[in-house]
């Protein structure tokens, strides 16, 4: 019996599309992921120019706005983690019935986690190394939310949970 491929694998790859415009309904702020909110720096009221920034970095050199958008970016992340660590500590129990500080070694971690980024991002010589910018405490502010919005969403998602097995018993 000879060996057949299926159709599609004789036919040449399709073209990529790709997407010029945000996902969302409201622009980049709504699109799943939606960093690009924290893409948006301002210097001195001027926007970051795409076109001016991606010419410099063909050349090799990054510009302040661009370094600071990618160290909010992974401020962003970092704040999202903590988040998620608080929320992961339990299936269907309230983050408020075990406690907050009750996981010592997950505080510790959080706490080297914290000012591991810090070092990144404020430290001169690894600055250097890994392309960050200080951030300004305007920005920082940006990502307060972060964390309780992660831990939020999970613990409503646990609540609901809650609520459905109640209601089955």
Request: hydrophobic share 40%.
């Given at each position: 019996?000879?060996?057949?491929?299926?159709?599609?694998?004789?036919?040449?790859p399709?073209?990529?599309?790709?997407?010029?415009?945000?996902?969302?309904?409201?622009?980049?702020?709504?699109?799943?992921g939606?960093?690009?909110?924290?893409?948006?720096?301002?210097?001195?009221?001027?926007?970051?120019?795409?076109?001016?920034?991606?010419?410099?970095?063909?050349?090799?050199?990054?510009?302040?706005?661009?370094?600071?958008?990618?160290?909010?970016?992974?401020?962003?992340?970092?704040?999202?983690?903590?988040?998620?660590?608080?929320?992961?500590?339990?299936?269907?129990?309230?983050?408020?019935?075990?406690?907050?500080?009750?996981?010592?070694?997950?505080?510790?971690?959080?706490?080297?986690?914290?000012?591991?980024?810090?070092?990144?991002?404020?430290?001169?010589?690894?600055?250097?190394?890994?392309?960050?910018?200080a951030?300004?405490?305007?920005?920082?502010?940006?990502?307060?939310?972060?964390?309780?919005?992660?831990?939020?969403?999970?613990?409503?998602?646990?609540?609901?949970?809650?609520?459905?097995?109640?209601?089955?018993?």
């Amino acid at each position: 019996m000879p060996n057949r491929l299926p159709v599609s694998m004789s036919l040449p790859p399709r073209k990529l599309r790709v997407r010029t415009r945000p996902v969302g309904p409201e622009g980049p702020s709504t699109s799943p992921g939606g960093p690009s909110a924290l893409l948006r720096v301002h210097h001195g009221g001027r926007r970051w120019s795409h076109d001016r920034d991606d010419r410099r970095r063909r050349r090799g050199r990054r510009t302040h706005a661009y370094q600071q958008a990618t160290t909010m970016t992974f401020a962003g992340i970092v704040a999202c983690q903590i988040g998620t660590a608080f929320a992961a500590r339990t299936d269907r129990a309230a983050l408020r019935s075990i406690g907050l500080f009750s996981n010592r070694p997950l505080l510790a971690g959080i706490a080297f986690e914290l000012v591991f980024a810090a070092a990144l991002i404020y430290l001169p010589p690894l600055r250097a190394v890994f392309g960050t910018a200080a951030l300004h405490p305007a920005q920082l502010a940006v990502l307060l939310p972060f964390p309780l919005l992660v831990w939020g969403a999970d613990e409503w998602y646990r609540a609901h949970g809650r609520r459905v097995t109640a209601r089955s018993r």
